[in-house]
């Protein structure tokens, strides 16, 4: 997004931090065209400081050195996360299983039990400040060997048909296990627009998950609502059609940065694992 907009323009040098990147500028109002572009388009929170550089007695003229600090919300799409009973409280008694379907200045979430979705603005979501409990990296693939819709009334809000969600009932398999043995399981999940019978999907296996979180969601009577599911369907997989598609006929923009130096934190830590 950065590249794309060309909000990076005025700066100087871009230095690669510990979990994170170091934008440089000559004068602040230059830095205040990306703090600006960051809080237009993210979930984040600015701190800021100036520190004195020099002073002239005789003249009164002062040189100060600001530092602007941008901290990114830690939360991402297709993220699984357990809302704490006071925030599920705050937002009107949703979740606490819940899974976010969009991030934009606001976290976007939808219930995986009951459909019901809400945004969670900048301010609400830095004063609660909850991380994922899983995220894509843990995503397993599943067969869908049949559709169904459910038994119970859902209610739709605007969002939800915005967005296409549907309410049914899927009866999967894990890929790997596929053809082997005879284990599957029945989820519900919001997708039933996008899904079909044979379809491939990704989803958090619950089941083989082994968390302290979805260990307390068990064992805590104010969480669990609802029954812990075996699967949490997060998205469709879709193949590739072809050959062609497999390698990338683009080259993909980086932005141009200095390596991390042997005085960054990060550039010491890769060090002393490689040793």
């Not at 907009?5 to 500028?25: R, T």
């Not at 596929?178 to 284990?183: A, C, E, L, Q, S």
């Amino acid at each position: 997004m950065i590249l794309k907009h060309n909000a990076h323009e005025k700066a100087i040098l871009v230095k690669e931090m510990h979990e994170g990147l170091d934008f440089q500028y000559k004068t602040q109002s230059h830095a205040n065209r990306i703090l600006s572009f960051i809080g237009n388009n993210f979930v984040s929170r600015h701190k800021h400081s100036r520190t004195l550089v020099s002073h002239d007695e005789q003249s009164g003229d002062s040189k100060y050195k600001y530092t602007n600090i941008l901290e990114l919300a830690p939360i991402c799409k297709d993220d699984l996360v357990i809302l704490e009973p006071k925030l599920q409280k705050a937002l009107g008694g949703i979740g606490p299983l819940i899974l976010v379907y969009k991030v934009t200045t606001s976290v976007h979430i939808v219930d995986v039990h009951t459909m019901r979705t809400h945004e969670i603005d900048t301010q609400n979501y830095w004063k609660y400040m909850f991380k994922a409990n899983c995220t894509r990296d843990r995503l397993t693939r599943f067969i869908v060997l049949n559709v169904e819709s459910v038994d119970f009334d859902v209610n739709t809000s605007r969002a939800a048909a915005r967005n296409k969600f549907k309410m049914v009932r899927l009866e999967v398999a894990r890929e790997s296990e596929f053809g082997v043995n005879d284990r599957t399981f029945i989820v519900n999940t919001h997708l039933g627009e996008f899904i079909n019978f044979n379809d491939t999907v990704w989803g958090y296996d619950l089941a083989q998950l082994n968390m302290q979180a979805l260990e307390d969601y068990e064992n805590d009577s104010r969480l669990n609502k609802h029954q812990l599911p075996d699967v949490v369907i997060v998205k469709k997989a879709y193949p590739r059609v072809n050959k062609r598609q497999r390698s990338r006929i683009w080259k993909l923009k980086r932005l141009e940065k200095e390596e991390a130096g042997e005085n960054n934190v990060h550039a010491l830590k890769k060090k002393s694992a490689k040793d």
